[in-house]
């Protein structure tokens, strides 16, 4: 399974969209990444070397169930967010929570799904308590660029 492709990225952003997933009976997942700063990876992840000011949008895509006899080959139906009606997403006004509890990492999130293929966690997260409306145009110029692969519906796999 492919993941989310950033289109759109300003200079001197990275985006991370290589991951790659392999679709099982028991579903799939894959992430990709766009980072406004010059992150170099290790072993603690993005989310550590985030310096002030910096804006980082996260791309999960997910097919899963709770039902552990679930054969999510072809699709899913129980997926757990309402339906995207149109693309591309629109982050929302205000913030919706905070980076992995931190107090100074604001976060915009989106979930929804697409059609039974999977469901989408999007969140742009923010290292300032008050983003800039430049800042939120800047992210939402990256939100409006990302592109969202087409899952296959096999038989079997």
Same mark, same amino acid.
């Given at each position: 399974?492919?993941?989310?492709?950033?289109? *759109?990225?300003?200079?001197?952003?990275?985006?991370?969209?290589?991951?790659?997933?392999? *679709?099982?009976?028991?579903?799939?997942?894959?992430?990709?990444?766009?980072?406004?700063?010059?992150?170099?990876?290790?072993?603690?992840?993005?989310?550590?070397?985030?310096?002030?000011?910096?804006?980082?949008? &996260?791309?999960? !895509? !997910?097919?899963?169930?709770?039902?552990?006899h679930?054969? !999510?080959?072809?699709?899913?139906?129980?997926?757990p967010?309402?339906?995207?009606?149109? *693309?591309?997403l629109?982050?929302?006004?205000?913030?919706?929570?905070?980076?992995?509890?931190?107090?100074?990492?604001?976060?915009?999130?989106?979930?929804?799904? =697409?059609?039974?293929?999977?469901?989408?966690? !999007?969140?742009?997260?923010?290292?300032? =308590?008050?983003? &800039?409306?430049?800042?939120?145009?800047?992210?939402?110029?990256?939100?409006?660029? =990302?592109?969202?692969?087409?899952?296959?519906?096999?038989?079997?796999?």
């Amino acid at each position: 399974m492919h993941p989310a492709k950033f289109a *759109l990225v300003p200079r001197g952003w990275r985006a991370f969209d290589d991951d790659f997933g392999l *679709l099982t009976r028991h579903g799939a997942s894959v992430e990709s990444h766009a980072l406004s700063w010059r992150y170099r990876p290790d072993s603690f992840g993005w989310a550590n070397a985030m310096p002030r000011g910096a804006m980082a949008v &996260t791309v999960i !895509l !997910l097919r899963r169930s709770n039902d552990p006899h679930a054969n !999510l080959c072809r699709g899913a139906d129980g997926l757990p967010f309402a339906p995207i009606r149109r *693309l591309p997403l629109r982050l929302p006004k205000a913030p919706n929570g905070w980076l992995e509890g931190s107090k100074d990492v604001v976060e915009y999130r989106v979930f929804g799904r =697409i059609d039974r293929s999977y469901s989408v966690d !999007l969140r742009l997260a923010v290292r300032t =308590i008050h983003p &800039t409306a430049a800042m939120l145009r800047r992210g939402q110029a990256v939100v409006s660029g =990302i592109r969202f692969p087409r899952w296959p519906r096999p038989k079997r796999c």
